[in-house]
């Protein structure tokens, strides 16, 4: 929740002009209210759009709440089950499950977040807590839906923390991750896009992004500066 509509444009001016040429795949996700404003600021770039979060509902009495399907045709990916949103807003892997269905349904990507809490890490838990989030995160997806999906991994204790896991550590969670994928829908986890999260930085993207299960970055706190997040694409 950073950033109105101006500020937002401002923010993906700044970026265009220090990305320079990139290889790489390249999204930012703003507020919802600023979705169309940076859509059209970026156009003409590489430069892609995603939402943040959406409702799993294609319509009703959600006051406030935006759909999958409004957001169709605007974005390229969605945000889903941030750990913010399971955090604090209560929301379930089944209720998550519903909303990658819904994104799937309406022709975008969703970015499938996952990842434990200081508590779960400390508790050896890890493991559990991600073979659970794959498991009921991809519960009714089809092989040919899930070769759409991209996965995030973002230890909830490093988020905004400062407090990055390790390149070893990120690098074992996302094999983990990819190995439960795999025993679901076999040799597509090959294939499938899996991220890492959590203070993300120019310093230590460019070891975080070299492991080999680690395939991008769900960037947090550099994307709001675009120097910093124009670094950390150089990295990628």
């Not at 939402?51 to 390229?76: I, R, W, Y």
């Not at 089809?142 to 991209?150: C, G, P, T």
């Not at 896991?165 to 994928?181: H, L």
Request: a negative charge; hydrophobic letters at 45%.
């Amino acid at each position: 929740m950073n950033n109105g509509i101006a500020d937002a444009v401002k923010l993906i001016e700044a970026l265009k002009a220090g990305l320079g040429e990139f290889a790489c795949d390249v999204a930012v996700c703003p507020p919802t209210l600023a979705l169309q404003a940076v859509k059209t600021a970026a156009a003409g770039s590489a430069i892609k759009v995603g939402a943040q979060n959406c409702h799993p509902e294609a319509k009703g009495a959600f006051t406030g709440e935006v759909s999958a399907n409004m957001l169709a045709g605007l974005v390229d990916y969605v945000i889903v089950g941030h750990s913010e949103r399971r955090q604090l807003f209560g929301e379930s892997d089944a209720f998550v499950n519903r909303k990658v269905q819904a994104v799937l349904n309406n022709g975008m990507t969703p970015i499938l977040c996952m990842g434990e809490t200081l508590a779960e890490n400390e508790a050896g838990q890890t493991e559990a807590v991600l073979a659970r989030q794959v498991r009921e995160g991809l519960q009714n997806i089809s092989a040919e839906q899930a070769a759409k999906i991209v996965i995030a991994y973002e230890p909830i204790w490093a988020i905004g923390t400062g407090r990055a896991a390790t390149s070893a550590d990120a690098q074992a969670r996302c094999a983990f991750v990819r190995a439960q994928v795999r025993a679901l829908y076999g040799d597509l986890a090959d294939g499938m896009r899996i991220q890492y999260g959590g203070s993300v930085t120019p310093a230590n993207a460019k070891e975080l992004l070299g492991q080999p299960d680690i395939d991008g970055a769900l960037v947090g706190g550099a994307s709001l500066k675009a120097a910093d997040f124009a670094a950390i694409v150089a990295a990628a």
